[in-house]
């Protein structure tokens, strides 16, 4: 059965940082495009960051781009999200999406997902 689990959601202050991950149980996860994407309350889903099979990495939202890092680790099917200087606007919940073969910016293309980790950046 395939499983996206994240773990490493929080509060944290203006300025902090988080890091995220993404355990996945998905065979031959090095096939998948991974990403995350956040959700706050009354907005839609937003696209954040993706890695492709082959490592290499997109950041999708312009206030993030100097901020948040996208990382794998094949060998432990995981994928992470480094988050530093977070924002109250960074507030949301963020999610782990796996797509097979090609990245993606749209959830909508997305084959598995995770249930989601809160952030939650304090003023």
């Known amino acids: 059965q395939v499983q996206l689990v994240e773990s490493g959601g929080g509060l944290v202050q203006v300025g902090g940082s988080l890091r995220l991950s993404c355990a996945a149980s998905i065979p031959n996860f090095h096939t998948y495009a991974m990403g995350w994407f956040r959700q706050a309350p009354g907005k839609e889903r937003e696209f954040v960051a993706v890695?492709?099979?082959?490592?290499?990495?997109?950041s999708g939202v312009d206030s993030v781009k100097s901020t948040f890092t996208i990382s794998r680790d094949n060998a432990k099917n995981a994928v992470y999200l480094q988050m530093n200087n977070l924002q109250p606007e960074d507030t949301a919940v963020y999610y782990c999406a796996a797509k097979r073969l090609r990245a993606s910016f749209s959830p909508g293309e997305y084959d598995y997902w995770g249930q989601g980790t809160q952030v939650t950046v304090s003023p």
């Open positions: 890695i492709d099979v082959y490592g290499g990495s997109t």
